[in-house]
């Protein structure tokens, strides 16, 4: 079932968002959901609080990124209860986007890896280092969890410019190819 997607402005999405239990009824079914719904909107990766539910749980699909001129593999994963241990390497920026946020975009500087612990849907412990494309999808959506979304990482300049974008999306003033949720309507 395709899940609308909430748009900037929704309380949810600058929450911190809670724990998934162990017994979470039908996680299967609301991670199978996700996948449709991130598919639906031409997505690599999707967190709960955009899609309403204030819990620790995001996927992502970079195999969709793979390039023959590139070494990126690419992966797809649903994480949950994800907790980041570090940061490293050198920071680049790269423009970024959101399915929250539609047309939208803007350079965002990001560590080149992340170690991360968490949970598959058979709540199995993980822990593993992620690099390049994958750790930025990574830390794009780790960052959801955590009530924070990347227009909050733009530089003051392109906040300003990007302002009254964020302004008509909070509003509903906007047309997405996806089914989405407003705040005012």
């Known amino acids: 079932m395709i899940l609308p997607i909430y748009a900037y402005g929704h309380p949810v999405l600058k929450k911190k968002a809670e724990p998934i239990p162990e017994d979470y009824p039908d996680l299967q079914g609301l991670v199978d959901n996700m996948w449709e719904t991130m598919y639906a909107a031409e997505g690599v990766g999707l967190a709960g609080p955009q899609v309403g539910l204030n819990l620790r ?28 241990i570090e940061e490293g390497g050198a920071s680049w920026d790269y423009q970024e986007g959101c399915l929250s946020i539609p047309d939208v975009t803007g350079d965002v500087k990001r ?74 309507r």
Not at 64 to 70: A, G, N, P, R, V
Not at 71 to 83: D, T, V
Not at 115 to 124: E, H, I, M, W
């Open 57 to 84: 749980i995001f996927l992502i699909d970079t195999t969709i990124l793979e390039d023959s001129s590139t070494e990126l593999e690419g992966i797809k994963q649903a994480f949950i209860n994800a907790q980041k």
């Open 111 to 184: 560590p080149a890896q992340i170690k991360l612990r968490y949970y598959d849907t058979d709540f199995n412990m993980h822990e593993r280092i992620f690099t390049g494309m994958e750790a930025r999808v990574i830390q794009h959506e780790y960052d959801h969890i955590e009530g924070i979304l990347f227009t909050d990482l733009l530089k003051p300049l392109k906040r300003r410019m990007v302002r009254k974008r964020l302004e008509n999306i909070k509003k509903g003033n906007i047309t997405a190819r996806y089914k989405m949720k407003f705040t005012t």
